[in-house]
Nanobody, 118 residues
């Protein structure tokens, strides 16, 4: 399984960015896709995830500002980030966890930098 992330970049506070994550390879239908973010020396933080059944999870800090969606047929997840704040600056990592017979497998994409200037 490979995850290809795209999007990110530099934006002013209050602006918007969109991240996309495309999965390829053998991906089981029972899975969760989304993003975590991590700064150097800090623990990674869940940003948003969405299961194939449509269950969404968001960090409290992004609720109401970020929206995750996905195309299950294409194994693509998209994170629309709006009203961005300087504290959203981080490296964002695409994430996929899939389950087969209850056994999870976790995959990570390359990080993409999001920088929000004040």
């Amino acid at each position: 399984v490979q995850l290809q992330a795209s999007g990110g970049g530099l934006v002013q506070a209050g602006g918007s960015l969109r991240l996309s994550c495309a999965g390829s390879g053998t991906i089981f239908s029972d899975n969760v896709m989304g993003w975590y973010r991590q700064d150097p020396g800090k623990k990674h933080e869940l940003v948003a995830t969405m299961s194939t059944s449509g269950t969404e999870t968001y960090a409290d800090s992004v609720k109401g500002r970020f929206t995750i969606s996905r195309d299950n047929a294409k194994n693509v997840a998209t994170l629309q980030m709006s009203s961005l704040k300087p504290e959203d600056t981080s490296k964002y990592y695409c994430y996929l966890r899939m389950f087969r017979a209850g056994v999870p497998s976790t995959f990570w994409g390359q990080g993409t930098q999001v920088t929000v200037s004040s």
